[in-house]
T-cell receptor, first 110, second 113 residues
Framework: DAKTTQPTSMDCAEGRAANLPCNHS???????VYWYRQIHSQGPQYIIH???NNETNEMASLIITEDRKSSTLILPHATLRDTAVYYC???????????FGTGTRLKVLA | AAGVIQSPRHLIKEKRETATLKCYPI?????VYWYQQGPGQDPQFLIS???????DKGSIPDRFSAQQFSDYHSELNMSSLELGDSALYFC????????????FGPGTRLTVL
C-alpha cells in the first residue's frame, strides 16, 4: 500500500504559486520524501526530494514539517506546462522501489 | 544529458503472443527498475535489478521475466499475453554512487489485441 495521501485534484491560476500537500504519517526516520510529476503518460519526471530539511531547486521548493508527517511541494509561479499529475513518494532512497499513490492532478488555469 | 532509453516505444501484440521490452539505463547507473501503468492507473513496481542481480520484486506475473545484462541494459520478457497486459511500461535507472533519485524513461506502450 502507498505510504502517502494526496488530494485527488487541484486547480491553480497561471502565475500563482501552487501548493501541493502530502501526508505521510507513517514515514520512518531513514525514509526520504520524493516528488515526481507525470505529464500526460510521459515518464515520471523527478522534481525534488528531502529528508527533514526544507529543500529548493530551480523547479520547486519542498517544505517538510518538523515531525515529518507531512510535506508541501511549492511551484512558485505555475505555468500551463505545469499541468500534470504530481506524486509524493516515500522511499528509503532512490535506489529502492517506489510505491506510487494516486497523486494530485494539478490543472493550471489561464 | 543522456537519459533512459526504452525500445520499442509502441508495441502491438495479439493475445497469447510474447513481447520483449528493452531498457538502456543512464551511463554509469547500476540499478534498473520496471514499472507498469495500466490505463487510468498509477505506476506499479514490477521488478528491479542491481549489478545484474534481481534486487526486489513486486506484483510481477509469473508470465513475465526480466534480466539485466553485463552492459547494464535490461529486458522484460512477457509471454502468453493477455488483454490486461495492455499498459505503459516504464523503466527507471539509478546509481547509489552518483545520484539518489530514479530517472524514468519515456515508456513503452504495449497494446494487446
Amino acid at each position: 500500500d502507498a505510504k502517502t495521501t494526496q488530494p485527488t485534484s487541484m486547480d491553480c491560476a497561471e502565475g500563482r504559486a501552487a501548493n501541493l500537500p502530502c501526508n505521510h504519517s507513517t514515514i520512518s526516520g531513514n525514509e526520504y520524501v520524493y516528488w515526481y510529476r507525470q505529464i500526460h503518460s510521459q515518464g515520471p519526471q523527478y522534481i525534488i526530494h528531502g529528508l527533514k530539511n526544507n529543500e529548493t531547486n530551480e523547479m520547486a521548493s519542498l517544505i517538510i514539517t518538523e515531525d515529518r508527517k507531512s510535506s508541501t511541494l511549492i511551484l512558485p509561479h505555475a505555468t500551463l506546462r505545469d499541468t500534470a499529475v504530481y506524486y509524493c513518494i516515500v522511499s528509503h532512497s532512490g535506489t529502492y522501489k517506489y510505491i506510487f499513490g494516486t497523486g494530485t492532478r494539478l490543472k493550471v488555469l489561464a | 544529458a543522456a537519459g533512459v532509453i526504452q525500445s520499442p516505444r509502441h508495441l502491438i501484440k495479439e493475445k497469447r503472443e510474447t513481447a520483449t521490452l528493452k531498457c538502456y539505463p543512464i551511463p554509469r547507473h547500476d540499478t534498473v527498475y520496471w514499472y507498469q501503468q495500466g490505463p487510468g492507473q498509477d505506476p506499479q513496481f514490477l521488478i528491479s535489478f542491481y549489478e545484474k542481480m534481481q534486487s526486489d520484486k513486486g506484483s510481477i506475473p509469473d508470465r513475465f521475466s526480466a534480466q539485466q545484462f553485463s552492459d547494464y541494459h535490461s529486458e522484460l520478457n512477457m509471454s502468453s499475453l493477455e488483454l490486461g497486459d495492455s499498459a505503459l511500461y516504464f523503466c527507471a535507472s539509478s546509481s547509489i554512487r552518483i545520484w539518489n533519485e530514479q530517472f524514468f524513461g519515456p515508456g513503452t506502450r504495449l497494446t494487446v489485441l
